[in-house]
């Protein structure tokens, strides 16, 4: 009798003590990724993306809650560059996620996904991320000096030099030397047309207030439109010839949505 009571009381502590979705996150993922929102001048600095910046990209690229699930479930056992949905230059920059394979159970990784999916991203971090993409969007379109301002053209080098110490990427010291000399010319160039950009945009204003040298209006805006021709030309030159000096897996390791 007594010896069943203390089995029924043994199992009965078992379960009271079976271990919260909360400690189970804490204990298999927040040594990496914090479980508070990043303050912006955090976010640098961090080892890995915060769980709000995980979920927040996640459910960017998927929508389906099913697949949002199997994705994080399959990510933290076999975590793989090429099925990130993260941006390629944080995932370089971070490193690859190790995999918790043999460190944590599927039941409990199937818990910490769901509570992942309840808790992330927090409402502050996704209105702090929407206004410094706002922010900064408004900010590269202002200064652009470029026709085509999509982002499917990336800065290529821009990219390339923030992130070419990470052991990843693997590029010979020719490599880096080619690659500076794109960016020192690429640079050099859009600068001065960038500086000239500006003067015409202003002179172009004023006699638009003036409103009668209409024709004189025209010819600089010609110039204007020659102008930005040419930065835009030395910006795909920059890109095609930073195509050039990559190998294919480097292209893939830092742009694996650049499709050509
Ligand atoms: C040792 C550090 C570390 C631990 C522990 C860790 N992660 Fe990660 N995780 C990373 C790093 C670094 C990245 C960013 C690079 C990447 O995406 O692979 C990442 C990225 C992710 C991503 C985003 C995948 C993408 O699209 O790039 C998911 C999902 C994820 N982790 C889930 C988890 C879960 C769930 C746990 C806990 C059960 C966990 N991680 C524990 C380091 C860690």
């Known amino acids: 009798m007594i010896k069943k009571t203390l089995v029924l009381m043994a199992l009965g502590s078992t379960m009271m003590l079976a271990t919260s979705p909360e400690t189970l996150i804490k204990t298999n993922c927040a040594a990496c990724h914090m479980l508070t929102t990043p303050t912006a001048d955090m976010i640098p600095t961090l080892k890995a993306p915060a769980m709000d910046a995980v979920m927040f990209h996640i459910n960017l690229a998927i929508s389906d809650k099913k697949e949002v699930k ?74 652009s000096p470029f026709l085509i301002n999509q982002t499917a053209l990336p800065h290529m080098t821009k990219v390339l030099i923030e992130n070419w110490e990470k052991g990843t990427l693997a590029l010979t010291a020719e490599q880096k030397e080619k690659l500076l000399v794109v960016r020192k010319e690429t640079m050099t160039a859009v600068k001065q047309i960038k500086g000239k950009v500006k003067v015409l945009e202003a002179e172009i204003i004023t006699l638009l207030i ?20 040419e930065a835009t030309k030395a910006h795909l030159k920059c890109i095609a010839q930073t195509v050039e000096i990559l190998d294919d897996e480097q292209m893939e390791l830092l742009f694996p949505f650049f499709d050509s």
Do not use: H, R, W
């Not at 003036?210 to 021709?229: F, N, Q």
């Open 210 to 229: 003036d409103a009668e040298e209409s024709k004189e209006m025209d010819v600089k805006v010609d110039a204007l439109a020659k102008l930005k021709a």
């Open 70 to 143: 199997a994705f994080i479930v399959d990510y933290a056992m076999n975590p793989k560059i090429k099925k990130s949905v993260c941006e390629s230059n944080k995932v370089t920059g971070f490193g690859v996620m190790p995999s918790l394979k043999g460190k944590i159970s599927d039941a409990d990784l199937s818990t910490v996904a769901d509570y992942m999916m309840e808790n992330f991203p927090t409402p502050a971090f996704v209105k702090m991320i929407t206004e410094m993409q706002t922010n900064g969007k408004m900010n590269a379109l202002l200064n």
